[in-house]
């Protein structure tokens, strides 16, 4: 079946930087992706809808400056957290829908720690 | 707007026996109701989904799940669950033509020896 893949797994970084991560959709083209984080033991939580050639659609509280997403081809989806902070550590996870009806393919996740 | 509500946190269960993991939902419009299991540093995968048709859906590793207009639940059940079954259980909805997902909470399924 189709397989979505996020890059880099896992990524510590220090309080003040910038993080990328990669959401990829192998063998199948995806227009739209989303983009969730997940505290510890708690649900998911949609943050944006990355659209592939324009502009993403950010979920209520989300601060677009802090999280950029950009949408560079039909199979990649970036997320950057920009200037990182201790509280922003949390399991990212993005997704992609399939051609099949309703179906939607999850990546394994980017587990995020700031220091 | 969706919502989706778990009402249980945790669920504790000793091992072959059944379990029931209970999910309603709040929508003004038709939607497409899921569960995912999230195990141990994993992520997400998908249990089951109800499209349309029949109300009981039947999914991987036995799961089952029984679509309900009138309570507005979707309650996903086991007749005898195994200690693997030990992971971080999601009900979603998602409204027709969207593709965006909401999810619940989760609840955490314990399988006692």
């Known amino acids: 079946g189709a397989v979505v893949s996020q890059h880099p797994s896992r990524v510590i970084c220090k309080s003040g930087t910038s993080v990328k991560i990669e959401c990829r959709s192998l063998?199948?083209?995806?227009?739209?992706m989303f983009w969730y984080r997940q505290f510890p033991k708690q649900s998911l939580m949609l943050m944006a809808t990355?659209?592939?050639?324009?502009?993403?659609?950010?979920e209520q509280g989300v601060e677009k400056d802090k999280f950029l997403i950009n949408h560079a081809s039909l199979t990649l989806s970036t997320l950057t957290v920009t200037s990182a902070h201790p509280e922003d550590s949390s399991f990212y996870i993005c997704s992609a829908p399939g051609t099949l009806r309703e179906t939607q393919y999850f990546g394994p996740g980017t587990r995020l720690l700031v220091l | 707007a969706q919502s989706v509500t778990q009402l249980d946190s945790q669920v504790p269960v000793f091992e072959e026996a059944p379990v029931e993991l209970r999910c309603n939902y709040s929508?003004?419009?038709?939607?497409?109701l899921f569960w995912y299991v999230q195990y141990p540093n994993q992520g997400l995968q998908l249990l089951l989904k109800y499209l349309s048709g029949s109300t009981l859906v039947k999914g991987i590793n036995g799961f089952e799940a029984e679509f309900n207009k009138s309570q507005t639940s979707f309650h996903l059940r086991k007749p005898s669950v195994h200690i693997s079954d030990t992971a971080e259980y999601f009900c979603?909805?998602?409204?027709?033509?969207?593709?965006?997902?909401?999810f619940g909470k989760g609840t955490r399924l314990h399988i006692l020896p």
């Open positions: 929508s003004s419009v038709s939607v497409y």
């Open positions: 063998d199948f083209q995806a227009t739209t």
């Open positions: 979603a909805v998602s409204v027709w033509g969207d593709d965006k997902i909401i």
């Open positions: 990355s659209n592939e050639g324009s502009k993403a659609t950010y």
